[in-house]
Structures are given as structure tokens and as C-alpha cells.
């Protein structure tokens, strides 16, 4: 059984910045491609990035416009989420995901093309 554990979350100052973390265990995290997604309480979880195995292919939501980079490191068996100019409406819970099979760009967006899920970690951003 795979389990997902996001770490890195806190309280940030507008402008600031924060890296997620998420480890895998119970299975290689190369094996999976990986996604973050967020969650404002009362919404729908709304996805934020994605990264493929090879650590090279990677998708964002279009609110990130490229203030997030997501990486991953295999060796370590971590993938992370690198947030630069943060806002208040970033505040949020973030949740680390594992899929498997195929990644298709088209869909990596949809929770349901993730089969693993993190408990999540609590982002949050002061004016």
C-alpha cells in the first residue's frame, strides 16, 4: 500500500515563499507520476501542478502562472512544490497525489486520474 505525506506547510507573509514536500512510501515514487492539488474549505480540490516520472514533463493550473515549480528527486523518493510570491488567496490545504499508468496531459488535472493521496498540509498566507 502506498502512503503520501505532504510536510513544508505553514504561515507565510504575502510575498514570501514556501517548499512543499511529499514522501512516498510502501513504493518507489518513480513509479508514479505525482500531482499537487489545493483545497479551500467549502470548494472543489483544484489542481495546482503535475510531474511526470522522468522528472521532465510537468503541468500547471493556469492560476500558478509561474510562480510555482514542481520537481521531484528519485532517489529520495520526494516530490516538491516550490512557491514563490504567495498571496493570501493561497491559502489553502495542499494535498500530494500518485497516479498510475498513463499520464495524459489532457486530464492530469482531474483527482480521479490520481490513485494516492496525501492527508495534506496547511498552507497559509498573511496580508
Known amino acids: 500500500q502506498v502512503q503520501l505525506e505532504e510536510s513544508g506547510g505553514g504561515l507565510v507573509q504575502a510575498g514570501g515563499s514556501l517548499r512543499l514536500s511529499c514522501a512516498a512510501s510502501?513504493?518507489?515514487?518513480?513509479?508514479?507520476?505525482a500531482g499537487w492539488f489545493r483545497q479551500i474549505l467549502g470548494k472543489d480540490r483544484e489542481f495546482v501542478a503535475a510531474?511526470?516520472?522522468?522528472?521532465?514533463?510537468?503541468n500547471y493550473g493556469d492560476f500558478v502562472q509561474g510562480r510555482f515549480t514542481i520537481s521531484r528527486d528519485s532517489a529520495k523518493n520526494l516530490v516538491y512544490l516550490e512557491m514563490n510570491n504567495l498571496t493570501p488567496e493561497d491559502t489553502a490545504i495542499y494535498y500530494c497525489?500518485?497516479?498510475?499508468?498513463?499520464?495524459?496531459?489532457?486530464?492530469?488535472?482531474?483527482?480521479?486520474?490520481?490513485?494516492?493521496w496525501g492527508p495534506g498540509t496547511q498552507v497559509t498566507v498573511s496580508s
Open positions: 497525489a500518485g497516479g498510475t499508468g498513463t499520464m495524459y496531459i489532457g486530464d492530469i488535472w482531474k483527482p480521479s486520474r490520481y490513485s494516492y
Open positions: 510502501g513504493r518507489s515514487f518513480s513509479t508514479l507520476y
Open positions: 510531474i511526470g516520472r522522468n522528472g521532465v514533463t510537468t
